[in-house]
């Protein structure tokens, strides 16, 4: 076996035991990190790949440096603005105050101090949690000081008015910082106990790195976890109907947020026909009373439905195809979805999901080549108003990565 094909087998090796431990699905945009990380670590450690490998058991301070450099930990203040602007407007004057939330994979921490600012601009009394894998990102997230590239999403008034400066960096004042408790928390382990209370989760471009079974089991965990239902938010890239159907989506503006069903609560279906009143009663408005029955007028002919109400009823019966596990069925429905509104992103990408869900990997990237296309030649405004207002550039690196991934 020559050196490359030796190396290649421990990174494979050292590749399931990332998805093994923390769900990481090391594919083509992560596997040159993965190799270049590989082999300094074991040059740091003055040992050769094998040796490494042998080094690598959960747990271990080796197993954790491995995961600082290989999970990403790319964040901003007040990313993605229009989430941070429905969790104040529609729905923290919903809950009843402390108001807690859990920021999951919280980074370097800009996040966690940026709901703790919304909180504070918002008058409501409320705390933020703050977890992530990364031991060092934990530490950075603690230490709550930045460099003045790292202010990017901040207002010059949020940054007078939350952060001091110290020397060459910038420190989050101590009324927001003791608002925010950090901890490093795997996704894969039990959902922690002070995080059970929370109403709000944020858990953002954490999903897509997860195997559909690794994201299945941190979606259940967490609704059988919580006291109370909660409002979760994911990032636009992020779809969870294909993997629990324990979460309905909930449209606010132009986005979706997800809460979890309430205990018993089926998947959504298609809505129950309401009963046939009699013919021989009617509605005054206080009580029911008979009268003589009248001749019927002739119905008025269906109106058929437009393009728009079949693409819609075609997506609606393809995820709950999906939900069920007919993949086969979702597939007709996707394609038919497609087919009618040819420049809807999404049309494709959920293509793309359920053909790789059925094993078709090269149809699956054939759709996502499509989706790709509708990104970069149809009208910007069209697109996200496809996309119902989800990020092209996340989307476009979503799809990417599903592309090459789907060529091996």
Known sequence: MNDDVAFGAVLDRVAELLHRHIGLRCESALYSRLRRAVRDEAAAHG???????????????????????????????????????????HILPTLRP??????????????????AMLLDESGVDGSVIATDLSTSAVQRAAEGRYSSRELTGLSPERIARYLTRTGQSWEVNRAISDRVTVFRHNLLDPIPERVKSCQVVFCRNVLIYFSPQHAKIF?????????????????????????SGRYEAVRINEGFVHRNREAGTPAAGPPARPPAMPENRRFTGRKVTARTPVPAAPPAPPRPPDHAEQAALAARVGQEALSAGDCGSAVVEFRKWAYLTPDDVMAHV???????????????????????????????????GAMEGFAVDELARFLHGKN???EK
């Open 350 to 384: 959920h293509l793309g999901l359920a053909l790789e869900a059925a094993g078709e990997r090269s149809s699956a990237r054939r759709a996502y080549s499509v989706a790709r296309q509708v990104l970069v030649t149809v009208d910007p405004a069209h697109v996200e």
């Open 98 to 115: 402390p108001v807690r939330i859990w920021s999951a994979a919280c980074s370097n921490g800009q996040e966690p101090y940026s709901l």
């Open 47 to 89: 040992v050769d790949v094998e040796g490494y490998l042998a080094m690598l058991t959960p747990g271990s301070p080796v197993m954790q440096r491995l995961q600082n450099r290989i999970t990403v930990q790319e964040t901003a203040f007040f990313r993605h603005p229009e989430q941070f602007e429905t969790l104040a407007r």
């Open 404 to 406: 090459q991934e789907c």
């Open 219 to 243: 979606l259940d965990r967490l609704a059988d976890a919580m006291q109370r239902r909660v409002w979760l938010f994911l990032s636009s890239t992020e779809t969870i109907w294909q993997v």
